[in-house]
Every structure is written in structure tokens, then in C-alpha cells.
């Protein structure tokens, strides 16, 4: 044990607390027990100076280690409350809670609670701002959780809340849920007002749920806005979400039927997604306009996005250049499309006096 806790002597103060920190993530609670015995004589009497916040910056170059949040992934957080006295300066108490709601059970939750709620208290005080995506980003990694008792921790998350319920009950939540696919828990959260139905509710769904379940969700009823809400489901969100996604051709096929093929093939255009693009070509319900005013509103989107096949294809079907389409390419530093685009460019003749190269 001694010459252990004299190697320990020699590491700087970050390696001594990356140690604790990777103990914690082990996921084993003897090896939180015993590096903190090595490394208790060194690293008390320096943790007490953490509280000045230019030894913070100056130790850890901005990036604290965070012990919390390790502990809780790891399913150590009942040790919090008996680490928090020594270690308050590596937990960060958002992160930890964060932590322990999506990755704890609800006595974890608690634990983690007893360590820094005080401080995550403190939050309600500092700022409306600050409170409201506190108890927000909580309420996102409870309703993702996948732990036997989730919902008691997302009910817990509410009453703990208190006069921020209302932040919490939030379209984000509501997204992050419909992720896992478990149609029991979003009519448990339906149950607690929690904003089903909205077109805001429809955008996070769209991005976070696939495409069988939003599908299913759509037939459930009461928990989308209804087939009649032609807005809704053709909004930009709903369709930029779609297209952001990797199963997003077929989201866009889905609503392309829908009535907003449209909207569904210039979010694939400003995606970069070729294969979407093709495969919605003809769908649109209008001509795309194929003249100066075409390549403004297709072209450069498409430039922009990087893809030289789609821009390729673009081409190959009619759509001409424009100024804005060279100008996109070269404000986003995209240097293999400025490549490609540079023989077109002389060819056409658009040369610029205002484009920034």
C-alpha cells in the first residue's frame, strides 16, 4: 500500500483525479474504495483549492473530470452522497443528475439527488434560463431511460421540478421517449399532460422515432396532429427532420404520400440526399422551376450541402448555375466542391467582383 500511495504522489493533480474518475467508470466498488484510499492523502488537501476558478481552468484546461456522472453511468451513484463531502469539485451537478435519471434506477436517482440537489437547486435561483433546460435535459434522459422503474423516475423528475413542471413538459420529452418505441409509456406521459398532438411534438417524433412506430402512432390517434392538419405534416421541421435521419428516404417517401412531396424533396436537396432525390423526383406536385430562379432555390441548396453527385445530377437533368451556387461553395470552405465547381465556373462566366474566395 505504501509504495503504491508513493506512485500516486508522483502523478499531477489531473491524473490523480482521472484515476478516480476511471475507477468510478469500472463499474466495480472496490476499485472506487481503494483508489480513493491511495489517493485520499494527496488529493484532499487539493481539492480544497478547486474552488478558486482560475486553478480550475488552470488544472483542467477548462474540462473538469467528472466524477458524478461517471459514477452514475456506471451504476455507482448510491457512493455519491459519501464522495460528495471530499470530491464536491468533480461533480458536476447537471451532468450527474443527467446521468443518474437515464442510467440509474430510482433509489440511484435519489442518491444522486442527495449528493448535489442542493446544488441543482441552486440553479432555480441563478436564472429562469438556466433552471428551465436543467430540469428539461432531466426529464429527456429519464424518458429515455431504460431501466425497470423509468417511470417512477420521470414522475419523480416532474414532482422535483416543482414550478418548472410546465418546462418539463416539453415537446424535446416527448421525442426522446418515442425513441424507445414503448407505446405504454407514452400514454403514461399522455395521462400527465404532456403535449401529445402538437405540430411541435410531430417534429421531434419524426426525428427521433422510426418510421414503423410513428406509423403506428399515426393509427393510435391522440398522440399526432390529426391527417387533416395538412400544415402540420408538411411543415418545414417535420420534413428536415425526416431528411436529417438515416432511415430518412423512407420518412420522406411517408410523407411525400402524405401531400408534402414538395417539401419532402427540397429537404432532400439541402440534405445532400441523392437517393431521396431521385426517388422523389416526379412526386413533387409541382415543376420544379428550372430557370434562374430554379437553380436559386435547388442548385445552390444542393451546392451547399456538399454532395457533388446529387449537384452532378442536378445538372444532368436540367438545372443551370447561378452566382450564388459558386458563392455557397466557396463560403463554406468546401474545398473538394470547389474543385469541381471551378471548370463550370470559368465556363460559365460568372465571375464576381463581391464573391469571397
Partial sequence: MEGAQAAMKQLTFHQKLMVLSTAASSGCEANVQFAWQLLQPHVFPELLRTECYQTRLDLYSGQRPDLGSAAALSGLAHLLPSLAPRCSGLLNPGRTMEAAARHCDLAGLHAAWGAVGQRVQSFNQEGRATAQGTWQRLACAAAESE???????????????????????????????????????????????????????????????????????????????????????????????????????????????????????????????????????????????????????????????????????????????????????????????????????????????????
Fill in 147 to 357: 431501466t425497470s422503474d423509468a417511470l417512477a423516475t420521470l414522475d419523480w423528475v416532474l414532482q422535483a421540478a416543482g414550478r418548472y413542471r410546465r418546462t418539463v413538459l416539453h415537446a424535446d420529452v416527448c421525442g426522446a421517449a418515442a425513441a424507445l418505441g414503448d407505446l405504454a409509456r407514452l400514454a403514461w406521459m399522455r395521462d400527465r399532460g404532456f403535449p401529445w398532438g402538437t405540430p411541435a411534438v410531430l417534429v421531434e417524433v419524426v426525428r427521433h422515432a422510426g418510421l414503423g412506430f410513428v406509423q403506428r402512432l399515426e393509427q393510435e390517434g391522440g398522440y399526432l396532429p390529426p391527417a387533416e392538419d395538412a400544415g402540420a405534416w408538411a411543415s418545414e421541421g417535420v420534413v428536415a427532420a425526416a431528411a436529417s435521419q438515416r432511415d430518412g428516404v423512407g420518412k420522406l417517401q411517408w410523407l411525400a404520400g402524405r401531400g408534402a412531396a414538395w417539401q419532402a424533396w427540397l429537404a432532400a436537396v439541402g440534405c445532400g440526399n441523392l437517393e431521396a432525390v431521385q426517388l422523389l423526383a416526379g412526386q413533387q406536385g409541382q415543376e420544379p422551376a428550372k430557370g434562374e430562379g430554379g437553380a436559386a432555390a435547388i442548385l445552390a441548396p444542393a451546392v451547399s450541402s456538399g454532395s457533388v453527385p446529387l449537384v452532378t445530377w442536378l445538372r444532368q437533368v436540367g438545372y443551370p448555375w447561378c452566382q450564388r451556387c459558386f458563392e455557397f461553395a466557396f463560403w463554406r470552405g468546401d474545398l473538394p466542391m470547389m474543385q469541381w465547381l471551378l471548370p463550370c465556373w470559368r465556363q460559365a462566366a460568372l465571375w464576381s467582383s463581391t464573391t469571397a474566395i
